[in-house]
Structures are given as C-alpha cells and as structure tokens.
C-alpha cells in the first residue's frame, strides 16, 4: 500500500490540468508522499514536476480516495494499492513544462473532456465527485 498527494489544478479559463504518464495515460498531477512530508506540500511539489506549475494558490482540500497503480503501459497494477489525498489548486500560470521525464506531457482540458481524457476509471470517479466544489469554486471567481 502506497500514498500518494496531488491536485485538481485549475486555470484562470476554468480549465483543469492532466500529465500524461510514459505517453500511455492521462491523470491528475500526483505521486508519492515523501517521509515527513504532509500531503499538500506533496501535491505542489509533483505538480511542479509533471507539469512545471511553480506559483499554485491551494484553494481546499478535496479528500482522498483509493485505486490500484499504472503501470508504463497504462494497465492496473494489482500489487499496489494507492491512497491518493487531493487538493484544489489554482493558478494564473499558463505554459507548462513538465520536468519529470516520466511525465511527457501536460495540457489543460475543460471539465468535461477531462472526464472523458482520465485513464483511469477511479480517477474520473473522483473528478466527478468534486465537480461541485470545482464549480463553486469558479462560481465564487466569476462573482468576485
């Protein structure tokens, strides 16, 4: 069993940011909770490295919830359970360079073709579930 952090990030245009994994799979940007590291620090630091976001606003905490991993194919990896704990995240950063060569390929996708973009199905699940916080959130925006 694994535990991983990451985040929701979201544009100015109300877009959400996907990486693409070894070019096989699309995910939200997220990896491996370092020892003593809390989990949101966790999320900006692999936002920053799949997707080259350095200036991120943490806007709240979006829970977590439970998948197998990938593997460099794309396919489930019975042998690791993952606990993912994700944030909401904005940012007025626009061009994206990913650092991690593990991770190619960054773009941001409106709300609805990243559902359709998600590889994985827990991860669509997931994404569907905060749609309300993500909307409120760009409600609250629009507003101010």
């Known amino acids: ?3 991983s952090a990451g985040g929701v990030v979201i544009n100015p ?3 959400v940011l996907l990486v693409s994994r070894h070019s096989t799979s699309w995910a939200l940007p997220k990896g491996h909770i370092e020892v003593g590291e809390e ?3 966790t999320a ?3 936002i920053y490295e ?3 976001i350095s200036y991120l606003h943490l806007v709240q905490s979006l829970g977590s919830y439970q998948r197998y991993a990938l593997d460099p194919q794309g396919h489930e990896d019975p042998s690791e359970m993952k606990t993912i704990y994700m944030y909401l995240f904005h940012t007025e950063q626009g061009p994206l ?3 991690d060569k593990e991770n190619t ?3 941001w996708f409106t709300l609805k073709e990243a559902l359709k973009q998600l590889s994985h199905p827990k991860d669509q699940d997931f ?3 905060v749609l309300p916080d993500i909307e409120g959130y760009l409600k609250r925006q629009q507003a101010d």
């Open 1 to 3: 069993h694994t535990y």
């Open 13 to 15: 245009q109300g877009q």
């Open 39 to 41: 989990p949101a620090v």
């Open 44 to 46: 900006q630091r692999e």
């Open 50 to 52: 799949e997707a080259g």
């Open 97 to 99: 360079n990913p650092q």
């Open 105 to 107: 390929e960054a773009r």
């Open 127 to 129: 994404l569907e579930q």
